[in-house]
């Protein structure tokens, strides 16, 4: 039996998924989870063999759990989307997943790609890998992005500056610094342009 953490914040998809792989007679689910943080916490108690990742959730993304997990537990994360942009296919590979596809492939399409992952292959989307290879990327240091990230949601310099264990000055620098490499005015425009891109 294939062991498999579902994690998706919408609870009619998770619920929906949960119940078509439970039909596949090599596939055991062995937990549903509601966001990032559930995952990660469910995932290093139970060690699935695989974990199915909504790559948009609360608390920590699909790419977040996967870097976590990647560093904790003897699993294999997928990641699906509904906003399949080249730049997230490409942090999500760097975060170490084994695969990535849109929600919108069918339940035994995904049964197919939990099989094939848990047999030590990878799957990315044939159209998204060639989407990513023609994709720019960014011009956007790992920190700058990390600011972006962490502000995404409108927090103040102060909020960002404690989330990542830097100074609100630095802060103030690297949000200035994005500004003038995107020739944007304002940090909500950064953020906009990075997620349309797929940077963060």
Same mark, same amino acid.
């Given at each position: 039996?294939?062991?498999?953490?579902?994690?998706? +914040?919408?609870?009619?998809?998770?619920?929906?998924? =949960? =119940?078509?792989?439970?039909?596949?007679?090599?596939?055991?689910?062995?937990?549903?989870?509601?966001?990032?943080?559930?995952?990660?916490?469910? #995932?290093?108690?139970?060690?699935?063999?695989?974990?199915? %990742? +909504?790559?948009?959730?609360?608390? %920590?993304?699909?790419?977040?759990?996967?870097?976590?997990?990647?560093?904790?537990?003897?699993?294999?994360?997928?990641?699906?989307?509904?906003? #399949?942009?080249?730049?997230?296919?490409?942090?999500?590979?760097?975060?170490? =997943?084994?695969?990535?596809?849109?929600?919108?492939?069918?339940?035994?399409?995904?049964?197919?790609?939990?099989?094939?992952?848990? *047999?030590?292959? @990878?799957?990315?989307?044939?159209?998204? #890998? *060639?989407?990513? /290879?023609?994709?720019? @990327?960014?011009? /956007?240091?790992?920190?700058? /992005?990390?600011? /972006? @990230? #962490?502000?995404?949601?409108?927090?103040?310099?102060?909020?960002? =500056?404690?989330?990542?264990?830097?100074?609100?000055?630095?802060?103030?620098?690297?949000?200035?610094?994005?500004?003038?490499?995107?020739?944007?005015?304002?940090?909500? *425009?950064?953020?906009?342009?990075?997620?349309?891109?797929?940077?963060?």
């Amino acid at each position: 039996m294939i062991r498999v953490l579902l994690a998706d +914040d919408e609870g009619m998809i998770r619920s929906a998924l =949960a =119940a078509l792989l439970r039909l596949e007679a090599d596939i055991e689910i062995v937990a549903e989870c509601a966001d990032g943080a559930e995952a990660v916490a469910a #995932a290093e108690r139970l060690t699935p063999d695989v974990c199915l %990742l +909504d790559l948009e959730m609360p608390q %920590l993304d699909g790419v977040q759990v996967t870097e976590r997990l990647n560093r904790t537990v003897a699993t294999r994360c997928v990641i699906v989307t509904r906003h #399949a942009r080249p730049g997230v296919l490409r942090r999500a590979l760097a975060a170490g =997943a084994a695969g990535f596809l849109p929600k919108s492939r069918g339940a035994d399409e995904v049964a197919s790609v939990i099989r094939r992952v848990a *047999a030590g292959g @990878r799957y990315i989307d044939p159209e998204l #890998a *060639a989407d990513a /290879l023609s994709d720019e @990327r960014s011009p /956007l240091t790992d920190r700058e /992005l990390d600011v /972006l @990230r #962490a502000g995404r949601h409108g927090e103040t310099t102060r909020q960002i =500056a404690r989330t990542l264990s830097l100074a609100p000055g630095t802060v103030r620098n690297h949000v200035s610094t994005v500004l003038g490499k995107l020739t944007v005015d304002t940090r909500q *425009a950064a953020v906009l342009l990075a997620e349309e891109r797929g940077w963060i």
